[in-house]
C-alpha cells in the first residue's frame, strides 16, 4: 500500500463511527479522493482539530489500488480559510463550489482544476463587503473549468456575433445568450451583466454592475438547474442563489 503525499484541499467532511471522519479532498496530483481519517474527533487527535471544510494542506495517504476509500496518515495545514465561515453568501459559495467539483471532478490528475479552486477559496475568503460578487465570480468559473462554459460571444440560434452595446436575451436550454429578433421574448440582459459573467466565466471578477442581482440570482440557478443536474438537485444552490444580493 504506497504511502503518498499530496497537496490537498477538503471539500466535504462527514463523522464516521463515534471517533472518525471520512474527508472527501481534491488533491493537486490525484483528483478528487475519499479518506478516512481515524480518531479525528477525539479531543488528543494526531490531526489537531483541523480537518475542516475547505482547509488545505499537504495530505499524507495510503492509497489502496482498487479501493474507493483511502487511509489519511497525517495533515500539515497550509491554509485554514476560516473566515469562509463568517459570511453566508461567502460560506454557501464555497459550499456550491465543493458540491460542483464532488459530482463533476474525477480521480485524474487535474492542476488547473486544483489551482482555481484553491484560488477561488482564497478570494471568496479575502471578501472585504463584496462576498457575494466574489463568490459568484468564483462559482462562475468553476462551472466552466469543469467543461459547462455559457456561450456569450454569439446569438446561439443565428450565430451572429454580438455587439458589445447590444442588449440580448438568454436561452436558457440553449446555454447562451440569443439576439432579440431570434429570441422575442424572456427576460433582457444588458451589456454590462454580460460583460460580468463573461469576465467571470474566464476566472476575472467582473465590474460588479449594482442593481442586476435579481438577474444574476435568476441566470445561475437557470443555467446550472438546467445544465449541471440531472436526478439529484445541488443542495447548496438555492441557498447560495438567495444570498446574492
Ligand atoms: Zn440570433
Redesign the pocket.
Known sequence: MPLISARAVILQTFPYSDTSKILRLLSEEHGVRSVVAKGAMRPKSRFGGVLEPFTEGRAELFLKEGRDLHTLNGFDLIRSRQSIGRNLAAFTGASLIAELVLRFGTEESHPELFYSVTRALDDIGEADGDHSWRALAAVWHIVALLGYEPELGA?V??G?LVEEDEATRFDVDAGGI??I??RPRGRMIGPAPRADIQAMVRGGAGMGTPGEWSLHRALLRAFLSSHLVSDRPLRSLELFVEELR
Open positions: 446569438c440560434t443565428c451572429s440569443a439576439c429578433c431570434c
